[in-house]
């Protein structure tokens, strides 16, 4: 039984309703024709670049549901209808978080793509409308819509009459669930996974034996995308592993973010490739050292996830024990006799850790980096980080290319 356009927009409109997600749906000419509520706030002029991208990219795999994810940690799925004369029209679905979005994270974002800070209320005001979700409910979500979703053989009667006035659905066919296209999760084997939790480099050696011999459907034809979205999926990967692992979200979440920004800068496919082992061995690092310090209290790992989400902040032991809802006095000494170390010695070697990451992986100035931070001028970062480190942050990097 065929759907009438009107049926088609019920249903829709019910997906919407029932997902809590914007469902959009454009016309070969890339104009939107529909959104549903009608009330959505519609996303900042900088975030459309990347949706049309996002489009005419889906191009190149018709009727498969399709999930991307941005720069600006937003996941949407895309489904493309190709008719009888070629045309195509597009059904998008989201965007949805897959965390909170908070303002310093989004100076950072405006910092690390060169955008405007104009941009940052507005933008700030957009995430805020926005579902949060897991990812077991987007993975639930993605199943539920290839469903609902026309397959290639109901192609013919959308060609028939304009496809912004009618599209045909019905219920996959149920063959087309195992071949579908799909930007989840690499599915790493269980010897891998083992030695990843174990913080063993042997994860390493088994990750690159499943990087030969897997099959990445990603990208649209393009090598250096499809290569740049296979490291998305293993970022992703990894992250989740390691949150379940008991990893501090805040330390994850820097990891993620950090190279899911980075690798957008690289522009060979020799350079994605040691940027993939690199980033194994990061986690793997991670991995490790949260092995070597299992027996740390939940207080302090709190007070520690509490730090790294607060990094560009102005946070001291007060600050954190009020948000902790402990005595400073005793979070100080529990923190000191689990780690050997104070809090604020703490914060400022996490701060230099991450500012010798990006001295020596980016070409951010000093003073972005030192807004990275939440330092309040070039000038300061500078003097912290010549204290700490014995050199100052412009020597350090010299160092670094002198030695490369």
Do not use: W
Request: overall charge neutral; aromatic content about 12%; charged content about 25%.
């Amino acid at each position: 039984m065929k759907s009438s356009h009107y049926e088609l927009v019920q249903m829709l409109k019910d997906c919407s309703i029932t997902f809590r997600v914007p469902i959009f749906m454009f016309n070969h000419n890339e104009k939107m024709i529909h959104h549903f509520p009608d009330t959505v706030h519609k996303p900042p002029k900088i975030f459309q670049k990347k949706l049309y991208s996002c489009l005419r990219e889906s191009k190149h795999f018709p009727f498969q549901l399709q999930l991307f994810e941005d720069i600006y940690f937003q996941y949407f799925f895309i489904y493309p209808i190709q008719n009888n004369l070629d045309q195509f029209t597009f059904i998008g679905m989201g965007p949805y978080l897959l965390q909170e979005v908070e303002k310093l994270k989004i100076r950072k974002m405006l910092i690390l793509n060169g955008m405007d800070f104009s941009y940052e209320e507005e933008t700030v005001e957009y995430f805020s409308t926005l579902s949060i979700i897991n990812r077991e409910k987007l993975e639930s979500t993605e199943r539920l819509l290839t469903s609902l979703l026309p397959g290639r053989s109901e192609s013919h009667s959308i060609g028939q009459i304009p496809s912004e006035e009618i599209l045909d659905y019905r219920n996959f066919k149920s063959n087309h669930l195992n071949a579908k296209y799909s930007q989840h999760l690499l599915e790493l084997n269980e010897n891998f996974n083992r030695y990843f939790k174990e913080g063993n480099i042997k994860a390493l050696h088994e990750y690159q034996q499943l990087r030969k011999s897997a099959l990445f459907p990603l990208g649209n034809g393009d090598e250096l995308r499809s290569a740049k979205n296979n490291i998305i999926t293993l970022v992703s990967k990894l992250t989740r592993i390691a949150i379940e692992e008991g990893i501090a979200k805040g330390e994850a979440f820097s990891l993620h973010d950090f190279y899911i920004n980075y690798l957008e800068s690289k522009e060979t496919l020799t350079e994605l490739i040691k940027l993939e082992s690199t980033i194994v061995q990061s986690y793997l690092k991670v991995m490790k050292q949260r092995n070597q310090s299992s027996h740390i209290s939940p207080l302090v790992q709190r007070a520690k996830s509490f730090i790294y989400n607060h990094l560009t902040e102005e946070i001291n032991l007060k600050s954190i024990a009020d948000e902790l809802k402990v005595n400073p006095n005793y979070l100080s000494s529990i923190f000191n006799k689990d780690t050997g170390t104070s809090i604020t010695k703490y914060i400022n070697e996490q701060r230099m850790k991450e500012a010798k990451e990006l001295l020596s992986n980016t070409p951010y100035t000093l003073m972005e980096i030192s807004i990275l931070l939440g330092y309040n001028s070039q000038s300061y970062f500078t003097r912290v980080f010549k204290k700490q480190e014995g050199i100052s942050p412009k020597e350090f990097r010299q160092k670094l290319q002198t030695y490369s």
